[in-house]
């Protein structure tokens, strides 16, 4: 099970509305973000829900969850806590935060699910995957670099990849207010299933469901 939530941003407020940070201004928009109390610590701020605290939380904040009246049931190898981080290396040395999270907490690559920007995929779209290549994302290559493989889990957010537009100049770029309407679209989709995939005894198994979702379809 995922035991650790990586958001995966710049730090820094000229940073705070870019594309690059799509992964930090989903987790602002979490249901439950503000019951989290980040401190700082492994060169990044983390906070950490224990575990049925989380099931109550996502059972409120997602009323789908609930069965006949009845919250989720917690699994038998649901871990005690589960830790939030946003690493503030900047993006290219995300692996070192999330690695001494790891170390210190003795979580494995598998229990990790690391949330990032995708240029590869449109606005609009989002995708959970486990493993796989790093599409030239210099925070999942640190990421790799540090867990010494690619074994772990992934929640991506399409910001698109336009011709002719240099990358470092357009994913540090702010998104335009049609975008920005999408992405709060996008936000609330994903918080379903991140919500899902921390209660999933085998988040593999919902790799396929949300493999590559569309919210304007």
């Keep these: 099970m995922i035991q650790l939530v990586a958001f995966l941003g710049n730090y820094g407020r000229e940073y705070e509305k870019t594309r690059h ?3 930090w201004q989903f987790a602002d928009s979490l ?4 019951r989290l109390n980040f401190s700082t610590k492994f060169q990044g701020q983390i906070a950490s829900l224990d575990y049925s605290d989380f099931v109550n939380l996502a059972s409120n904040a997602y009323p789908e ?5 009845e919250g989720p049931n917690i699994p038998k190898n649901a871990p005690t806590k589960i830790f939030f981080l946003k ?6 040395l995300s692996g070192q935060s999330i690695g001494e999270v790891c170390n210190f907490y003795k ?6 699910l690391v949330v990032h920007d995708e240029l590869e995929m449109n606005p609009g779209f989002f995708s959970l995957k486990f493993s796989g290549g790093l599409a030239g994302h210099n925070g999942l290559r640190s990421t790799k670099a540090v867990l010494n493989t690619p074994d772990f889990f992934r929640l991506r957010f399409g910001i698109g990849k336009p011709a002719n537009v240099n990358i470092a100049d357009y994913v540090l770029s702010n998104f335009s207010k049609d975008e920005a309407i999408t992405m709060s679209l996008v936000y609330e989709k994903a918080g379903l299933c991140l919500a899902k995939t ?3 005894s085998d988040p593999s198994r919902l790799t396929q469901q949300w493999g590559k979702v569309n919210v304007n379809a």
């Design 21 to 23: 940070n799509t992964a």
């Design 31 to 34: 249901p439950f973000y503000s």
């Design 65 to 69: 969850l609930s069965k006949n009246g």
């Design 87 to 92: 690493p503030e290396t900047y993006m290219n």
């Design 107 to 112: 979580i494995k690559p598998e229990e990790v």
């Design 198 to 200: 921390l209660l999933a």
